[in-house]
């Protein structure tokens, strides 16, 4: 089974506290994605990640950053936290952008920005 | 613009059977999606279309016409645990999933 794995299941921070989320998959998953999700919207997307050191912007990457070192870790970084980026945080992986692969998600992290 | 447009809120009877719309704009179109994501959980995969038709899979059916931009997800047998919210995601000209906010389904005894 593939497992998606994230650093923690509810944070609570402060504004303009930095914040790491880290997501760790254990399939040898080329490609990593961060998304939030709120009440009413559909998942957006941060950042997503095709290879190691590499990534691309999302729909809504201001204010936050990524980084991928190693293939199978993946971790947002939340450079001066703002009230607005109190949302689900969610992690996902697949092992191809096309054809039938579909992307297996982390249980989620709960950040409230205080 | 691209949008992806599902009911919010769906309520059905045990035993019954249900079907959630989903209708979709997009720039390009490379398969459509549907998660089932239980509250407080992960979405979890549960069919892919990306040719017009019905896949069939136990007790879930997904439909696709790409002519028409609209796909559905069919519930057979409702049982309380499908109580949760079904996501409708398109994958676009990009490669990259487009969501649609989900639709909440209640299962009443």
């Known amino acids: 089974d593939v497992k998606v794995t994230q650093s923690s299941r509810y944070l609570v921070k402060r504004t303009g506290e930095k914040v790491f989320l880290e997501c760790v998959q254990d399939m040898d998953h080329e490609n990593m994605f961060w998304y939030r999700q709120d009440p009413g919207l559909g998942l957006r997307l941060i950042y997503f990640s095709y290879d190691v050191k590499m990534k691309e912007k999302g729909d809504i990457p201001e204010g936050y950053s990524v980084s991928r070192e190693k293939k199978e870790r993946f971790s947002l970084i939340l450079e001066s936290a703002s009230t607005n980026q109190t949302s689900m945080y969610l992690c996902?992986?697949?092992?191809?952008?096309?054809?039938?692969?579909?992307?297996?998600f982390g249980p989620g992290t709960r950040l409230t920005v205080t | 613009g691209q949008n992806i447009d599902q009911p919010t809120e769906m309520t059905a009877t045990e035993g019954a059977i249900v079907q959630i719309n989903c209708t979709y704009q997009?720039?390009?179109?490379?398969?459509l999606f549907w998660y089932q994501q239980h509250a407080g959980e992960a979405p979890t995969f549960l069919s892919y279309?990306?040719l017009d038709g019905l896949e069939e899979k136990g007790r879930f059916s997904s439909f696709l016409s790409r002519s028409k931009g609209y796909s559905y997800l069919l519930l057979k047998e409702l049982q309380m645990k499908d109580s949760a919210s079904y996501l409708c995601?398109?994958?676009?000209?990009?490669?990259?999933?487009?969501w649609g906010a989900g639709t909440k389904l209640i299962i009443k005894p």
């Open positions: 995601a398109v994958r676009d000209s990009n490669y990259q999933l487009i």
């Open positions: 997009t720039s390009g179109f490379n398969g």
């Open positions: 279309n990306v």
């Open positions: 996902a992986s697949s092992l191809e952008l096309a054809g039938v692969y579909e992307q297996y």
